[in-house]
């Protein structure tokens, strides 16, 4: 049975690739094949590399089908039940290994910190709702652990005016982008902590 898995796998996984060539063939229209000066009618055409690719991500972008991955993947181990699961094929991004259906990332540095920031994360994520089942309060303190770019830390801070959060990450990379943010929306109270791998580093006074 786990052989007849993987041949309709395979079959899936040609599938995806041939159509993730569609989007090469509708992005050839957005190739600009701009005439030369007018005074020259004869003069030769010549590629607009930007707009061909722009036309080509535009495209591409519909067509995206690593989302769709984990649900085609067989289970390379672990039961179908389990709150783990270890998928064949997935996401380059991740590393193959699934926590209640959402593949893990990679470790990722602060070299790709926009990713952290992109807008697609608002529909993918929902962090208004994880937010609101904090249920803070005006004078809470909050330990934001591996906070990355303070994207979390800077949502909450409006909602703990009187209270602080300790936005905490192992690279001093990502506390300066932390404190830039701070200074660029005029916050106040999110001190950035640089902790270790091992530990946060929370200042117990702090915490009083």
């Known amino acids: 049975m786990f052989h007849l898995?993987?041949?309709?796998?395979n079959v899936i996984v040609c599938i995806i690739l041939l159509l993730t060539l569609i989007p090469l063939c509708w992005a050839l229209p957005a190739v600009a094949l701009t005439q030369g000066p007018s005074q020259n009618p004869g003069a030769s055409q010549r590629f607009d590399s930007s707009s061909f690719f722009n036309g080509y991500r535009s495209i591409a972008s519909l067509t995206d089908f690593s989302s769709f991955l984990p649900s085609l993947s067989p289970l390379s181990s672990e039961d179908e039940d389990s709150i783990y699961q270890e998928r064949v094929v997935h996401n380059p991004d991740g590393i193959g290994k699934f926590y209640m259906g959402r593949e893990i990332a990679q470790v990722m540095g602060h070299l790709g910190a926009g990713w952290l920031e992109r807008p697609t994360r608002e529909l993918e994520e929902q962090p208004e709702?994880?937010?609101?089942?904090?249920?803070?309060?005006?004078?809470?303190?909050?330990?934001?652990?591996?906070?990355?770019?303070?994207?979390?830390?800077?949502?909450?801070?409006s909602l703990v005016p009187q209270g602080k959060v300790l936005a905490v990450d192992i690279q001093p990379e990502m506390l300066e982008i932390i404190e830039a943010v701070k200074q660029e929306k005029h916050i106040d109270n999110v001190e950035p902590v640089l902790g270790t791998d091992t530990t946060p580093i929370l200042n117990p006074i702090a915490l009083i």
Request: without cysteine.
């Open 5 to 9: 898995k993987l041949k309709v796998q």
């Open 129 to 157: 709702e994880l937010i609101k089942g904090l249920k803070l309060r005006p004078t809470d303190l909050v330990a934001d652990i591996g906070a990355g770019t303070g994207y979390f830390s800077v949502r909450i801070s």
